[in-house]
């Protein structure tokens, strides 16, 4: 998942390509992880929204300026403009990850981001007893075979096997963001000091973290590194030195092929269960995977409002009735095109966007999906469906520490691309009624929706 441009507003989430946003206005970042700022830089330009913590790793690691940085405080609503009201909620992902709650004309979307769903979001004043017309979903373990534990059981699950080799130094590897948590508790639990990096140990205070931290080598038995150097060659190197084992938390299926390899289930994505527990206690109308690739609609079906759709209201805001009044530049596409993809699609969709960091298996209900084969490579830690976890040298370059895999900005790139294909299309009223299933159209108003098609059949006619 790379980001998403919400059909029928003018927010984009996590997309960063002003001409390819197909004429958002409203730019949101969910989190710091490197495919989430896919093509952000220090010359953008547009005001940006985002947590406050979020906001002072933007500036720190990206050189985004800081006047083009908006920060809002997460719990509280705030109106941008006349259009859109948001809300940031705490997506207990990584430090200041936040869904958005977005309200307006369009309705009420509620967008995850990355997300671990716990039971405490119940209490969410902003999310308790509230209508959700469009829920866009982090997919990323949406399938029954993954199961995962909490974090707190996988921490005690690290914590019995350091117990089990008394004489090991530790080795633990993670992205740039994420996993804190983890290291703190096991720096707790162990009364030792967590040896990291100094550029580590500098964020580490800009998250404003408990000081078990340093960069003084030997202070600690406990050593975080970059997951990249979790390898083979490392190992061996380390276990010359002094006997080491090394942790990998990760919620992706993975095979360890050296023996001081420990995989660890630590996942800071919500599992299966557990995204059937948050969906059936929000029961929103409809739910977009964010992860493409996954067509998980099938397992929440039963738990979606029956309550008829919010459609938006008839007078089309200015800046989306000057999208409308544009001609079409398309060659071969007729407006009448729109309505076949309208009824061949009965579930709402978004321009949604593969994440390189998520693994996710192919789902039953998406047996038409043509998925590559896999290309391994020999590096000490190797995905069992596919290589995610290797780095290949072209790869690396490319790479930005952070909790995701090689290839982000070319997903990113390809899907912003295709989010854009339509842009000289005429948009705005009648797309945002292409995202709503016919037949709860038909139920909130068969007048409207009739003299749209009839509107739609004859701009084909005149053309």
Not at 216 to 236: F, K, N, P, Q, S
Request: some cysteine; charged content about 20%.
């Amino acid at each position: 998942m790379s980001g998403t441009v919400i059909a029928g507003t003018p927010i984009a989430v996590d997309c960063w390509s002003v001409r390819r946003a197909a004429g958002a206005r409203l730019f949101f970042l969910s989190h710091m992880h490197s495919d989430h700022t896919a093509g952000l830089s220090s010359t953008w330009s547009r005001p940006l929204y985002c947590s406050p913590l979020t906001a002072r790793l933007l500036h720190r690691r990206l050189q985004v300026p800081t006047h083009w940085i908006r920060p809002l405080e997460v719990g509280q609503s705030h109106a941008l403009g006349e259009e859109v009201t948001v809300t940031l909620l705490d997506s207990n992902h990584c430090p200041g990850s936040v869904m958005f709650l977005f309200e307006g004309a369009f309705g009420t979307i509620l967008y995850t981001g990355d997300f671990r769903y716990s039971s405490a979001m119940q209490g969410e004043p902003a999310l308790r007893g509230r209508h959700i017309d469009r829920l866009y979903l982090d997919n990323t373990h949406c399938h029954p075979h993954r199961s995962l534990p909490s974090r707190q059981h996988a921490t005690r699950q690290a914590a019995r096997l350091i117990r089990a080799h008394p004489q090991h130094h530790v080795v633990v590897g993670v992205y740039s963001l994420g996993k804190e948590t983890l290291l703190v508790d096991l720096a707790v639990e162990f009364s030792t000091w967590v040896v990291v990096s100094p550029w580590r140990l500098e964020q580490m205070r800009l998250l404003e973290l408990p000081d078990v931290f340093t960069t003084e080598e030997g202070a600690g038995w406990i050593r975080a590194v970059d997951v990249a150097e979790i390898r083979w060659d490392t190992l061996v190197s380390w276990n010359m030195l002094h006997p080491t084992i090394a942790i990998v938390p990760t919620g992706r299926p993975v095979k360890a092929t050296h023996p001081n390899i420990h995989p660890i289930p630590y996942s800071d994505h919500s599992s299966f269960s557990e995204l059937c527990e948050f969906v059936k206690w929000l029961k929103p109308c409809s739910v977009i995977p964010i992860v493409r690739g996954s067509m998980c609609q099938a397992y929440f079906q039963k738990y979606l409002s029956s309550a008829p759709q919010a459609l938006p209201d008839l007078e089309i805001p200015k800046p989306v009735q000057e999208s409308v009044q544009q001609p079409s530049k398309r060659k071969g596409r007729e407006p009448m095109c729109l309505l076949k993809r309208a009824a061949q699609h009965s579930v709402p969709r978004g321009v949604v966007y593969e994440s390189p960091e998520k693994y996710t298996e192919k789902s039953e209900e998406c047996m038409g999906v043509t998925v590559p084969p896999p290309i391994c490579c020999e590096s000490a830690l190797c995905s069992k469906e596919g290589c995610t976890s290797c780095h290949t040298d072209k790869e690396k370059g490319k790479e930005e520490q952070s909790g995701e895999q090689p290839g982000a900005a070319r997903a990113a790139s390809a899907v912003c691309q295709a989010a854009a294909s339509d842009e000289h299309f005429p948009t705005g009223f009648a797309e945002q009624f292409l995202l709503t299933p016919l037949n709860v159209l038909k139920q909130n108003s068969s007048q409207k929706f009739d003299k749209l098609v009839e509107d739609f059949f004859r701009r084909g006619e005149a053309s």
